[in-house]
């Protein structure tokens, strides 16, 4: 008899929000995810890759004469 591993379920479950914790705290929270069986961390650590690229994209601004900015 094979076993599955566990899904996450987000629908029923709490959600945390990452965005009090570093970069670096991050980093060693999916490294801890990655040293699990990929079938049982592989969703977790796409999602929070996500949601990391997601916050880290360059936004543009717009100077206080009306110009607006894209960044490099």
Same mark, same amino acid.
């Given at each position: 008899?094979? /076993? =599955?591993? #566990? /899904?996450?379920? =987000?629908?029923? /479950?709490?959600? &945390?929000?990452?965005?009090?914790? !570093? @970069?670096?705290? %991050?980093? %060693? @929270? &999916?490294?801890?995810?990655? *040293?699990? #069986?990929?079938?049982? !961390?592989?969703?977790?650590?796409? *999602?929070?890759?996500?949601?990391? !690229?997601?916050q880290? /994209? #360059? =936004?543009?601004?717009?100077?206080?004469?009306? @110009?607006? %900015?894209?960044?490099?």
């Amino acid at each position: 008899m094979q /076993q =599955t591993a #566990p /899904q996450a379920n =987000t629908q029923t /479950q709490p959600t &945390i929000n990452l965005t009090e914790l !570093s @970069i670096d705290e %991050v980093n %060693v @929270i &999916i490294m801890g995810l990655v *040293k699990l #069986p990929y079938e049982t !961390s592989a969703q977790v650590v796409d *999602k929070v890759r996500m949601q990391a !690229s997601a916050q880290l /994209q #360059p =936004t543009q601004t717009t100077r206080p004469d009306g @110009i607006t %900015v894209n960044p490099q």
